[in-house]
């Protein structure tokens, strides 16, 4: 009998990450959910989301993280009550909603449990055309994380970083995302709420105008839109 194949998959709660772990599962992978709780402003309501979409998903084993020290480093809209989450629009360069090297954390912790359970490939979901402008969702880092990830484990461990959405625009996302039958309902995207969204974060921004190109009503309820 085949060993099935194991793809771990980062899940925060939003759609981008929802939807790259409903393609891990298309693709023919069980799949281990990882969520980090790292003291972001929305944390109950991203770990509620994540708990449902991986019952959605029927994931065979579950991670929780929980991470304490990103509030200690600050730097981050996102971490730090002192630095207002912005509501002006998207704009140029690095927002200061960026988490000081986030994801490489996260993949980093992600290609041990890799590591652990012998998986194959370990899913994200990046986007870098239609993001923020973080830095650490550009797909040449990703790239560089998985040659660091193939360096730093035995020799025997072979983990694919795979990063379905990385040049999907959100428009495409929330489309695939229906095409896949995501409950987007169970996803939460704001920056600065956790029991309605706000609808002017740059992130429900970006939601926002993904449904709206898609043609279709986000399921959320939003305080504006």
């Given at each position: 009998?085949?060993?099935?194949?194991?793809?771990?998959?980062?899940?925060?709660?939003?759609?981008?990450?929802?939807?790259?772990?409903?393609?891990?599962?298309?693709?023919?992978?069980?799949?281990?959910?990882?969520?980090?709780?790292?003291?972001?402003?929305?944390?109950?309501?991203?770990?509620?989301?994540?708990?449902?979409?991986?019952?959605?998903?029927?994931?065979?084993?579950?991670?929780?993280?929980?991470?304490?020290?990103?509030?200690?480093?600050?730097?981050?809209?996102?971490?730090?009550?002192?630095?207002?989450?912005?509501?002006?629009?998207?704009?140029?360069?690095?927002?200061?909603?960026?988490?000081?090297?986030?994801?490489g954390i996260f993949l980093s912790i992600a290609a041990a449990i890799a590591e652990k359970h012998?998986?194959?490939?370990?899913?994200?979901?990046?986007?870098?055309?239609?993001?923020?402008?973080?830095?650490?969702?550009?797909?040449?880092?990703?790239?560089?994380?998985?040659?660091?990830?193939?360096?730093?484990?035995?020799?025997?461990?072979?983990?694919?970083?795979?990063?379905?959405?990385?040049?999907?625009?959100?428009?495409?996302?929330?489309?695939?995302?229906?095409?896949?039958?995501?409950?987007?309902?169970?996803?939460?995207?704001?920056?600065?709420?956790?029991?309605?969204?706000?609808?002017?974060?740059?992130?429900?921004?970006?939601r926002l105008k993904g449904f709206e190109e898609a043609g279709v009503k986000d399921p959320i309820?939003?305080?504006?839109?």
């Amino acid at each position: 009998m085949s060993r099935p194949k194991i793809a771990i998959c980062i899940i925060s709660g939003g759609m981008d990450s929802a939807l790259s772990a409903a393609i891990a599962r298309e693709e023919g992978y069980q799949i281990v959910g990882v969520h980090f709780n790292y003291g972001q402003r929305t944390e109950k309501k991203e770990l509620e989301c994540y708990r449902k979409i991986s019952k959605d998903l029927e994931t065979v084993k579950n991670y929780e993280i929980d991470l304490d020290f990103f509030e200690q480093i600050g730097a981050s809209a996102l971490t730090d009550e002192s630095i207002e989450v912005p509501t002006g629009g998207i704009e140029e360069g690095v927002p200061v909603t960026y988490v000081p090297f986030r994801n490489g954390i996260f993949l980093s912790i992600a290609a041990a449990i890799a590591e652990k359970h012998g998986a194959e490939a370990l899913y994200i979901g990046v986007v870098e055309e239609d993001s923020s402008g973080y830095p650490d969702c550009r797909e040449s880092y990703i790239q560089a994380m998985e040659r660091a990830i193939d360096l730093g484990t035995r020799d025997e461990t072979r983990v694919k970083i795979k990063m379905p959405l990385v040049a999907m625009k959100k428009s495409q996302i929330v489309q695939k995302a229906l095409d896949l039958s995501v409950p987007l309902e169970h996803t939460w995207s704001c920056y600065q709420s956790e029991d309605e969204a706000c609808g002017v974060c740059d992130s429900c921004r970006l939601r926002l105008k993904g449904f709206e190109e898609a043609g279709v009503k986000d399921p959320i309820a939003y305080a504006e839109s």
